[in-house]
C-alpha cells in the first residue's frame, strides 16, 4: 500500500522560518513540525510569557488541524520544548485551558536554544483525521 504524502501550511498560521511546510499528512496520519508561538497576523510572538506563547501555538494548530480534517481532540502526541523549566506549570496551565479533558501522550524537554530570539518554547505533534 502506498500513500502520498501532503505538506502545507494553511493561511492564518505563521509563516516557516525555514523551507519547510508545517503540516505533512498521509491517509489518516498528520504530523506537525515545531512551532513557536507566533501571532500569524503580525508575524511578532503571541506575548512575552509562556502562557500566551503555548495559548497561541494551541491556536496555531487547531487552524493547522482543522485545514486538514482535524482538531485538538484527535491528537495522538505531542512534544514540547522549553527554554526554562520554571516555566513548566504556566505552560501547563495553558496546554489544559486549550486541550480540555482531551489527554494525548505528551513529552517535555528542556532545550538549551531556539531559533527565534524571544520564543520560550515550540511544540509539534502527531494526530490523526477525524474519519
Known sequence: MTMNVETSTPPGTPTPIGPYNHIAKAGPFITIGGTAGVDPATGQLAGPDVHAQTTQILKSF????????SDLGHVLHINVFLAAMSDFERMNAAYIEAMGAHRPARTVIGVRELP???VLLTMNLTAVTRD
Open 62 to 69: 487547531a487552524v493547522m488541524l482543522a485545514s486538514v480534517g
Open 116 to 118: 527565534r530570539p524571544g
